[in-house]
């Protein structure tokens, strides 16, 4: 099975920083990574799906990047309704896993 | 518009059974890959049951052989029936719309959530 290992585990950041995460595959996947936001109570949402590709309505502050085993996800201008946990996910072999979080605050 | 609305929380004791439902509208179960995911309180996210169009079912490890996922053609609804639930079962469980980009699985993402359904195991 794939492993996703996710860092940092958490972050403060202010308000117009920019914030890169990244995400670790323990096996190569190609460009098949998916990034979620999930805000406190609520569902998770797709953000980018095949590790770079914006959901339609998303916000072009967020990108992604990365193929094989190393991954990032960035917020250009980190704004207040950002905080959240960002969550990476691949699907292989019949089996989803998903990263184990970032949780993101303002400092 | 899509929308996914789970029901059948609750609080079942240990060995006990529960069954969620998922009404969806603004797509056809059937004819979309479907799958549930679960949260334990203050943890990550961890997908448990997955159902293909053609009607093959997936489960997670932790809970094979006490899930089951199924779907309603007429009510166009996807249910989950967990039987021998632990402790370890807690969760909030949500049901997802599994989305793939030029119908490639390997490249499969959860892309409509439900609100998520409360489900405690608790003595």
């Known amino acids: 099975d794939i492993q996703l290992t996710q860092s940092p585990s958490s972050l403060s950041a202010s308000v117009g920083d920019r914030v890169t995460i990244t995400c670790r595959a323990s096996q190569d996947i190609s460009k098949y990574l998916n990034w979620y936001q999930q805000k406190p109570g609520k569902a998770p949402k797709l953000l980018i799906y095949?590790?770079?590709n914006l959901d339609t309505g998303v916000p072009s502050r967020f990108t992604g990047s990365g193929s094989g085993t190393h991954f990032t996800f960035t917020i250009s201008s980190l704004q207040p309704e950002d905080i959240a946990t960002y969550f990476c996910q691949q699907y292989n072999n019949l089996l989803f896993t998903f990263g184990p979080g970032t949780k993101v605050d303002i400092k | 518009e899509v929308q996914l609305v789970e029901s059948g929380a609750g609080l079942v004791q240990p060995g006990g059974s529960l069954r969620l439902s998922c009404a969806v509208s603004g797509f056809p179960v059937t004819e979309n890959y479907m799958s549930w995911v679960r949260q334990a309180p203050e943890k990550g996210l961890e997908w448990v049951s997955l159902?293909?169009?053609?009607?093959?079912?997936y489960y997670a490890d932790s809970v094979k052989g006490r899930f089951t996922i199924s779907r309603d053609k007429s009510k166009n609804t996807l249910f989950l029936l967990m039987n021998s639930l632990r402790v370890e079962d807690t969760a909030v469980y949500y049901c997802a719309r599994v989305g793939m980009a030029a119908f490639d699985l390997r490249r499969a993402y959860f892309d409509f959530w439900g609100q998520g359904a409360l489900v405690t195991v608790s003595s």
């Open positions: 159902i293909f169009s053609a009607g093959g079912t």
């Open positions: 095949d590790a770079s």
